[in-house]
């Protein structure tokens, strides 16, 4: 089992950067795929991006890609999402996500969550 911390989150104007970390706590981090969803007001939870275990791998939602980086160091249990150029349709709470297996897009493919971290990017 692995439990999800993040933080990082903050108000920013469109173009502005911002780097979200999430820390996981067990032992066996590494064996885990990370993810990245966020939940815009009265939106559903929408993927944004996820890390294979050794951070060699990563796939993007296009609406990210190319101002989105994610990256993971497995020394300190922690994945980090830096976000550049944001939009204000970047508002929203980010949720770091953790599941075995294969790498997935949809929220119900990961087990364990993260209590999310706000992100706000004014115009």
């Known amino acids: 089992q692995v439990q999800l911390v993040e933080s990082g989150g903050g108000l920013v104007q469109a173009g502005g950067s911002l780097r979200l970390s999430c820390a996981a706590s067990g032992r066996t981090y590494g064996d885990y795929i990370l993810a990245w969803f966020r939940r815009a007001p009265g939106k559903e939870r929408e993927f944004v991006v996820f890390?294979?275990?050794?951070?060699?791998?990563?796939n993007y939602a296009d609406s990210v890609k190319g101002r989105f980086t994610i990256s993971r160091d497995n020394t300190k249990n922690t994945v980090y999402l830096q976000m550049n150029s944001l939009q204000p349709e970047d508002t929203a709470v980010y949720y770091c996500a953790a599941r075995r297996g294969l790498g997935g897009v949809l929220a119900t493919e990961y087990d364990y969550w993260g209590q999310g971290t706000q992100v706000t990017v004014s115009s």
């Open positions: 890390i294979g275990r050794s951070g060699a791998t990563s």
